[in-house]
């Protein structure tokens, strides 16, 4: 298991609930039913603790936003709707956005080869095309993410991970479609993709790009130089690091957003201001199996069925988080928390509620 992040753990909906069985049409008295249930879930959450905010959004209207619990606890600073918090690897489909933006603009292809943007990747890396670094089809023999390499995370930066990967001793292949792995790495190198195609940094290509035109005001990348804001969430509100370090690679993590910032991303991303509707479909698309991981889309996990969900979860030490779609139903949901197993446990309470009373409607 990777130690930076477990996604697919955050997936609750995946192992949960067939969800083929909704019906989706609620009165208004339903609907406030639904919330007394999540606000009795959320009345479990300290108000001295590490905490957790979360919105739900049906048919483009607020159901429920609600932040509650501790940011920083030595400034007793507590969480609010515009509390950024660390999205771990929801952080994916924001790079993800980025190459299917610069894919609109003519400035490189699906198929194009890492190796024509990256040259100091070796030999072996010559056949991996975009396509599979989006998907997880490459297979790493030595993965920079994993828990034995922690000693090599400590400040590291996507310099040191290319650096890392151009190792002789390094096996690296393409995999078909039924043996996809899960990789961090693989959206490391396509922030470097971005940045060396559009001729800016990959925080300012995303700013520009996508936090700017979804009016996410808050949002921000860390990277080398940039610490988490003082008003933001740290983790188990007290600690800039997670598992001790401080770590400074960007694409597959890394970025920080609010529940008020993925409100106005939920819009933009539905109303087609970020890429088009096209551009969105060939995403949620299933690209990839992972066997027990799931199936994979280009930036997204994807469900089953006609307009499937499509989602993506992060972890970072005491940051979890979830992100969720389902456009038949026409309904997101977004939850981010700081506390560790204890505010985990809360959101995987509230995606139990939520998916629950939906199926029974």
């Known amino acids: 298991m990777h130690i930076f992040t477990t996604p697919f753990l955050l997936f609750l909906t995946l192992y949960l609930i067939n969800f083929n069985a909704f019906a ?37 209207a607020v159901i429920l936003k609600f ?9 007793n600073l507590s969480i609010s709707s515009n509390t950024g918090f660390r999205i771990g690897s929801i952080s994916k489909p924001f790079t993800a956005l980025a190459i299917m933006k610069l894919v ?42 994993s828990e034995s390499n922690l000693h090599l995370a400590n400040k590291s930066t996507n310099e040191h991970l290319i650096k890392f990967l151009s190792s002789n001793n390094m096996k690296v292949k393409a995999l078909p479609f039924d043996k996809a792995i899960y990789c961090n790495s693989c959206y490391v190198l396509l922030a470097e993709v971005i940045a060396e195609v559009s001729g800016a940094s990959f925080s300012d290509y995303l700013s520009k790009n996508i936090f700017t035109p979804a009016k996410m005001k808050n949002t ?39 529940i008020d910032d993925f409100e106005q991303f939920i819009v933009a991303l539905k109303q087609g201001e970020i890429i088009s509707q096209k551009s969105l479909n060939l995403m949620t698309q299933v690209h990839a199996d992972l066997g027990n991981d799931g199936t994979f889309g280009l930036g997204w996990i994807i469900g089953w069925g006609d307009k499937p969900f499509f989602s993506h979860g992060g972890s970072q030490d005491g940051y979890q988080s979830e992100l969720f779609f389902y456009p038949k139903y026409n309904f997101e949901v977004v939850i981010l928390t700081n506390g560790g197993d204890k505010t ?18």
């Open 24 to 60: 989706l049409n609620e009165s208004q008295s339903s609907k406030a039913s639904l919330v007394d249930k999540l606000n009795s879930i959320l009345s479990k959450q300290e108000k001295d603790k590490p905490g957790v905010s979360i919105l739900l959004k049906k048919d483009n």
């Open 67 to 75: 932040s509650k619990g501790l940011a920083n606890k030595d400034k």
């Open 104 to 145: 609109e603009q003519d400035k490189l292809s699906l198929d194009d080869e890492v190796t024509r943007f990256i040259p100091e990747l070796p030999n072996s890396w010559q056949d991996i095309t975009i396509q599979q670094l989006l998907s997880h089809r490459v297979s790493i023999s030595n993965d920079f993410f």
């Open 220 to 258: 921000y990348i860390i990277e080398k130089g940039i610490s988490i804001k003082s008003s933001d969430a740290l983790n188990y509100a007290k600690s800039e690091s997670f598992f001790g370090i401080n770590q400074y690679t960007t694409g597959a993590m890394a970025q920080v957003s609010s």
């Open 344 to 361: 985990y446990e809360l959101q995987s309470q509230l995606m139990r509620a939520i998916i629950t009373y939906y199926d029974q409607a």
